[in-house]
């Protein structure tokens, strides 16, 4: 696989150490990109995640909705934000990684997101999955949010 064709893979650090956090960043980033036009794929780790991330897309701000839907609960192929616990059969501009591993068929995807925070285990899967992209040489980015 050529650079040219391999997703860019962008991490994001948050300063915290609890998963709201990064349900909540997870939310504001699908809201930012579908807002450019792009579909969403959110990849979760069990059907308990995707069930409590659909939850939190429809409470995470008192301004916005974000069209989404559960992965196979739904043929509307114009739903912006698909969430699911498997990527493979999936295809979007961006994924979000909200799994503790590497997701498969990241080909499919122009762009990976990998929210972590500093809860050690967080942190340490991330460190992982930033090492495994690292050594497949995939352009990988990193931002530091403080909020």
């Not at 409590?52 to 912006?80: E, K």
């Not at 090492?131 to 990193?142: E, F, N």
Request: net charge negative.
């Amino acid at each position: 696989m050529s650079q040219e064709t391999k997703p860019r893979i962008d991490f994001y650090k948050l300063n915290s150490q609890n998963r709201t956090s990064i349900n909540r960043f997870c939310c504001q980033l699908a809201d930012k990109v579908v807002k450019m036009g792009n579909p969403v794929f959110v990849r979760t780790k069990d059907e308990t995640e995707t069930r409590l991330m659909d939850d939190i897309m429809w409470t995470f701000s008192d301004s916005s909705f974000l069209p989404h839907a559960i992965q196979g609960d739904t043929v509307d192929t114009d739903v912006a934000v698909i969430i699911g616990h498997s990527a493979s059969a999936s295809t979007a501009y961006l994924l979000i990684n909200l799994g503790d591993e590497l997701p498969k068929n990241i080909q499919n995807y122009e762009r990976i997101a990998e929210i972590i925070n500093d809860a050690p285990e967080n942190l340490l899967q991330g460190r992982a999955r930033y090492s495994a992209y690292k050594k497949d040489a995939y352009p990988l980015h990193y931002h530091e949010i403080t909020s």
